[in-house]
Structures are given as structure tokens and as C-alpha cells.
């Protein structure tokens, strides 16, 4: 598995997308070195239960929500 940092998957997004949804590769995603996240293809027959499990946790999500401001708002928020 290929391991890739934070800056360089911000820099090379669609591409590497494109090879994990085409060539099925996987990505450690890297911080300062240490691993902090894997990046998979879902497999084919996993995603009708994949997306259900989505669905279940942004559901979980919203009722626990707080905030006036959506998680766009507050991201673009952090991110000035």
C-alpha cells in the first residue's frame, strides 16, 4: 500500500481518486510522517451496505449537531 502526505493528497486529489476508483490502489494517508488514515476503493458488493452505513452515521450525526452552522460554514471558517 502506497503511502502518500497530507499536502501531496491535497495537491494530487483527482488523480488519485481516479486511480482508486479505476486501478483499485490504496493509500496510507500520511501527517508529518505518521499514518493517520487509509484511502480504499469500496468494493462493489460492500457499497449498497457501505452507503447504508453512511447513511445511519450522518442521521447520527445530525441529531447530535449543535451548531447554527453547517460543517461547510465551520470548515470554511477554519480554514482563514
Known amino acids: 500500500m502506497t503511502e502518500i ?9 483527482s488523480e488519485i481518486v481516479r486511480e482508486v ?3 483499485r490502489a490504496e493509500y ?3 501527517h508529518r510522517g ?3 488514515a487509509r484511502l480504499v476503493p469500496i468494493v462493489a458488493e ?8 453512511l447513511e445511519l452515521l450522518s442521521r447520527e450525526i445530525s441529531a447530535q449537531w449543535k451548531s447554527e452552522k453547517s460543517a461547510v460554514e465551520l ?3 477554519m480554514r482563514r
Open 46 to 53: 460492500d457499497s449498497g451496505q457501505a452507503i447504508e452505513d
Open 21 to 23: 476508483r479505476e486501478e
Open 5 to 13: 502526505g497530507i499536502r501531496e493528497l491535497k495537491n494530487r486529489t
Open 28 to 30: 496510507i494517508i500520511t
Open 75 to 77: 470548515l470554511t471558517e
Open 34 to 36: 505518521q499514518p493517520v
